[in-house]
Nanobody, 119 residues
Framework: QVQLVESGGGLVQPGGSLRLSCAGS????????MNWYRQAPGKQRELVAR???????YYKDSVKGRFTISRDNTKNTVYLQMYDLKPEDTAVYYC?????????????WGQGTQVTVSS
């Protein structure tokens, strides 16, 4: 079982940068695909970035070239480095871990961290 805790959110001006961290517990962390989702007020939660256990990555089109997801399995941590932040990036960012074995699906969520991009 995986417990996830996000950190690193805050208030930043447009064009600024933040790095979010998601610390996981459990000795099976490395087999999970790790994801960053975000949800803005009144909007549906959306997938921002994903990294598989083998290192392959996926990004939402609007963040490509600005955000980078990475993981350090020795620290059970996944990161989201965000550059050139825009007001539309304002949201609560959630860390998510998922893995399926046979017909059993495992999925875990963190509590979220607020990112606000404003002048």
């Amino acid at each position: 079982q995986v417990q996830l805790v996000e950190s690193g959110g805050g208030l930043v001006q447009p064009g600024g940068s933040l790095r979010l961290s998601c610390a996981g517990s459990g000795n099976t962390f490395s087999i999970y695909a790790m994801n960053w989702y975000r949800q803005a007020p009144g909007k549906q939660r959306e997938l921002v970035a994903r990294i598989l256990s083998g290192g392959s990555t996926y990004y939402k089109d609007s963040v490509k070239g600005r955000f980078t997801i990475s993981r350090d399995n020795t620290k059970n941590t996944v990161y989201l480095q965000m550059y050139d932040l825009k007001p539309e990036d304002t949201a609560v960012y959630y860390c998510n871990a998922d893995h399926s074995i046979m017909s059993v699906e495992y999925e875990y969520w963190g509590q979220g961290t607020q990112v606000t991009v404003s002048s």
